[in-house]
C-alpha cells in the first residue's frame, strides 16, 4: 500500500527566509506526486503536481519540488518566504485504480512565518 | 466559474442523529470524491463516483456512512446514527474525467457529534 510521511509537524521560518518542506513516500511504482496547500477554513489547493519527465517541478505561487527516486522523496522548497504563505501543507501520493487517482495524502506540516 | 461548494460549513449532531453533508462540484466534472479530514491529520478517501455510478467506496468507514449522487451532479454524504468519532472535516473534491487531471476541493463542512 502507498503511504506518505511528512517527518516536521511544524516548521516556523523568519520572513524571506528560505524553505524546505520534507516528504517520504513509499509505493512500488512510479508515483504520482503532488503538494497542497491548506489555509484555515479553506479547501486544498495544488501547488504543483509530478507525473514523469523533469524530476525539478514548478508550481504556484514560487514553489517548487524535486523528485528523488533514489531517496523516494519529493521535497517542496521556496527561496523566500513571505508572510502569505502560512498555512498547512500537505504531500500526496497518487495511483491509477480503475481509471482514476486514488490519493493518500500525508499529515501535514503546519507553517508558521514570523517578521 | 464558481468552484467546488459545499453545505453545510458547520454541522453539530448530537450522538446518534443523522446528517446529511451536500457536495456541489464544478460544473461539467465527471469525477466526485469525498475525504475525511480528522484533527490534525491529512485527508482520507471515502468514496469516488463517475458521474451517477459510485465506483469506489472502500474508504468509507462503516456501513452508517452512505454517498450519493443520483443526477451525476450534486453528491450527499450522509451518516446515520453519528458517533463521537465520526467528527471532522469532510471534503469534497471533483475533477474532470480522465487519470492526470487535478481534483478541485471544496472548503468542507467541519462535523462536531456531541
Known amino acids: 500500500a502507498q503511504s506518505v510521511t511528512q517527518p516536521d509537524i511544524h516548521i516556523t521560518v523568519s520572513e524571506g527566509a528560505s524553505l524546505e518542506l520534507r516528504c517520504n513516500y513509499s509505493y512500488g511504482a512510479t508515483p504520482y506526486l503532488f503538494w497542497y496547500v491548506q489555509s484555515p477554513g479553506q479547501g486544498l489547493q495544488l501547488l504543483l503536481k509530478?507525473?514523469?519527465?523533469?524530476?525539478l517541478v514548478q508550481g504556484i505561487k514560487g514553489f517548487e519540488a524535486e523528485f528523488k527516486r533514489s531517496q523516494s522523496s519529493f521535497n517542496l522548497r521556496k527561496p523566500s518566504v513571505h508572510w502569505s504563505d502560512a498555512a498547512e501543507y500537505f504531500c500526496a501520493v497518487g495511483f491509477l485504480s480503475g481509471g482514476y487517482q486514488k490519493v493518500t495524502f500525508g499529515t501535514g506540516t503546519k507553517l508558521q512565518v514570523i517578521p | 466559474g464558481a468552484g467546488v461548494s459545499q453545505s453545510p460549513r458547520y454541522k453539530v449532531a448530537k450522538r446518534g442523529q443523522d446528517v446529511a453533508l451536500r457536495c456541489d462540484p464544478i460544473?461539467?466534472?465527471?469525477?466526485l470524491f469525498w475525504y475525511q479530514q480528522a484533527l490534525g491529520q491529512g485527508p482520507e478517501f471515502l468514496t469516488y463516483f463517475q458521474n451517477e455510478a459510485q465506483l469506489d467506496k472502500s474508504g468509507l468507514p462503516s456501513d452508517r456512512f452512505f454517498a450519493e449522487r443520483p443526477e451525476g451532479s450534486v453528491s450527499t454524504l450522509k451518516i446515520q446514527r453519528t458517533q463521537q468519532e465520526d467528527s471532522a472535516v469532510y471534503l469534497c473534491?471533483?475533477?474532470?474525467?480522465?487519470?492526470?487531471?487535478?481534483?478541485?476541493f471544496g472548503p468542507g463542512t467541519r462535523l462536531t457529534v456531541l
Open positions: 509530478y507525473f514523469s519527465g523533469d524530476t
Open positions: 460544473s461539467g466534472h465527471v469525477s
Open positions: 473534491a471533483s475533477s474532470l474525467a480522465g487519470s492526470y487531471n487535478e481534483q478541485f
